[in-house]
C-alpha cells in the first residue's frame, strides 16, 4: 500500500502542467548619470493572494536594496533568505531577456485557478515599476500576455504553452 | 549621569506632561523596514512641528527589545542641544520594540498662599523634601511612553506583546505591515485591559510644508479596539492619553498616562 502511494504522488508531482512558462523582459536602455541595472522580481498571486508562488529575482547580491523591490518584498521576499526562492540569479543589463519558470516543481503543482505574474523592478537611485499579467492555469491552450512599462520595464510578455 | 543633568531631563520630561505645554514628544528612527543586518539610527525629540527638532527629549532610560524577546543593543546614546539620539543594532531578523518610558511625580502646594512646585522620580523624598507650612498639597504621577518599532526581513510579535503595565497598544495590525490606504486594527490596553473612548490623535510628518496639521482622530470602541485607514505614505505621529487614581504611591491623587508612537506606512 505504502509503495503504491509513494508511486502515485511521484506521479502527480512529475506531471507538468504547462510546458513552458516563458516570461520576456525588456529592460529598458536609460539615459541617466548613474546608472545601476534593476533589482527584477517574478511572482504569482491569485485574487485574494491565499496563495502567493515567487518564481525568482535578479539581484547583485546587495541584499539592502531588496526592499525596495517593495511589493515583492511584502508578499514574499521578507519571509524568504539566501538563496531566494524560484530561478534567482544576477541582474541583467538593457535588452530583451527570456527566462522560462517551467521548470520549477512549485508552479507545476499550482491549483487551477486565475492568476497574475507579477514583474517588479526597483533601480537604485531610479525609479519602480509593477506590472501585472493574468492568466489562466492550467492553460487548456497556449496563452499569451503582454504589459508595458512607463519607466523602469519596457515590454513583458508571458507565454503558456501547454 | 550627574544629578543636575537627570534632574534636567526629568523636568523637561515632566513639563512636557503638563497641559500648558502642549509639545509633542516623539521619536524617530531612521528606518522601519530594512532588509540585511545594520545600525539604525533614532532621534527624540520635544517640538511642535512633526518632526522638527526643537528641544532634546531625555533617552537614559531607553529599551529596545528584539526580535526574540531580549535585550538589543543601543550604542551613542547622546544628548544634543535639539534632540537625543542614540544607534540601534539589527541583527536577528524580526521586530524591534523601541521604547522610552520613565515614570515621575510632580507636586503642587502653597507656602503663604504663594504657588509652587517640584518635580522628581521619587515621591516618598519629595513629601519628605516639603515645607513644614505647606498647604494644598497636590501630586500627579505621570508616565510618557514613546515608542516606536523596526524591523529586520519578516516582521515578528515577540517584542510587541503588551507589558500589562501603564497605556499600551496591543499591535493586532504590525506597525512595521502599514501601507497607503490601508487599515490598521489595534488595541487600546491600560494596565493590560481594553481601555475603552479614548481619543487618539494622529499627525502625518511634514507640517512645516503644509498650511494645515491634517490632523484626525479615533476613539477606542468598548474593546478597546481603533482601526486607522492612513491616507498616504509617510511618517505618522500618534498621540493618547487619560488619567485615573491607580497611583504607585499612596499619597499621589491622579495617575496620567501618555503613549506617543511613530509610525511609518509605506507605498503599495
Known amino acids: ?162 | 549621569m550627574p544629578s543636575l543633568l537627570k534632574q534636567l531631563g526629568l523636568a523637561t520630561l515632566l513639563a512636557a506632561a503638563l497641559p500648558a505645554h502642549a509639545h509633542k514628544l516623539w521619536l524617530l528612527p531612521s528606518h522601519t523596514a530594512v532588509s540585511e543586518p545594520q545600525w539604525v539610527t533614532v532621534d527624540a525629540s520635544i517640538s511642535n512641528e512633526i518632526f522638527g527638532f526643537e528641544r532634546a527629549y531625555p533617552v537614559d532610560t531607553v529599551q529596545v527589545t528584539g526580535p526574540s524577546g531580549e535585550r538589543a543593543a543601543v550604542d551613542n546614546a547622546t544628548r544634543m542641544h535639539t534632540r537625543s539620539v542614540f544607534d540601534v543594532q539589527l541583527e536577528q531578523e524580526g521586530s524591534y520594540r523601541i521604547a522610552v518610558a520613565q515614570p515621575g511625580f510632580f507636586l503642587m502646594y502653597e507656602v503663604d498662599g504663594e504657588r509652587k512646585r517640584a518635580r522628581g522620580n521619587d515621591a516618598a523624598q519629595m513629601l519628605k523634601e516639603l515645607p513644614a507650612n505647606a498647604s494644598n498639597v497636590k501630586m500627579m504621577e505621570s508616565h510618557n511612553r514613546l515608542e516606536t518599532v523596526v524591523t529586520l526581513g519578516a516582521p515578528n510579535n515577540t517584542a510587541l506583546n503588551p507589558t500589562g503595565k501603564g497605556l499600551e497598544i496591543e499591535f493586532l495590525s504590525h506597525p512595521n505591515d502599514l501601507y497607503a490606504g490601508e487599515t490598521a486594527k489595534w488595541r487600546l490596553l491600560v494596565d493590560g485591559k481594553p481601555a475603552r473612548n479614548l481619543k487618539v490623535e494622529l499627525v502625518p510628518g511634514g507640517t512645516r510644508y503644509r498650511d494645515s496639521q491634517e490632523d484626525w482622530s479615533v476613539t477606542s470602541d468598548k474593546k478597546g479596539l481603533v482601526e486607522i485607514t492612513w491616507p498616504s505614505a509617510g511618517r505618522y505621529f500618534l498621540e493618547v492619553g487619560t488619567s485615573d487614581k491607580q497611583t504607585s504611591h499612596p499619597k499621589a491623587d491622579e495617575r496620567r498616562l501618555q503613549y506617543l508612537g511613530t509610525f511609518e506606512v509605506l507605498p503599495m
Open chain 1, 1 to 162: 500500500m505504502r509503495v503504491l502511494l509513494t508511486f502515485c504522488l511521484a506521479l502527480v508531482a512529475s506531471h507538468s502542467l504547462a510546458e513552458s512558462f516563458r516570461v520576456e523582459v525588456e529592460v529598458p536602455r536609460l539615459r541617466v548619470a548613474e546608472y545601476h541595472a534593476p533589482y527584477v522580481a517574478f511572482w504569482v498571486e491569485n485574487p485574494d493572494r491565499s496563495t502567493i508562488l515567487p518564481l525568482g529575482l535578479w539581484y547583485d547580491d546587495q541584499e539592502k536594496w531588496l526592499k525596495d523591490i517593495r511589493q515583492w518584498w511584502r508578499r514574499t521576499g521578507r519571509g524568504q533568505s539566501k538563496p531566494y526562492d524560484g530561478l534567482t540569479g544576477a541582474t541583467r543589463p538593457p535588452g530583451n531577456h527570456s527566462i522560462d519558470f517551467a521548470e520549477l516543481k512549485a508552479l507545476q503543482d499550482l491549483p487551477p485557478g486565475e492568476y497574475e505574474l507579477i514583474v517588479e523592478a526597483a533601480r537604485e537611485v531610479g525609479g519602480r515599476e509593477v506590472l501585472r499579467l493574468p492568466f489562466q492555469w492550467p492553460a487548456e491552450q497556449a496563452q499569451t500576455q503582454q504589459a508595458s512599462g512607463d519607466n523602469e520595464l519596457g515590454t513583458v510578455t508571458l507565454t503558456i504553452t501547454p
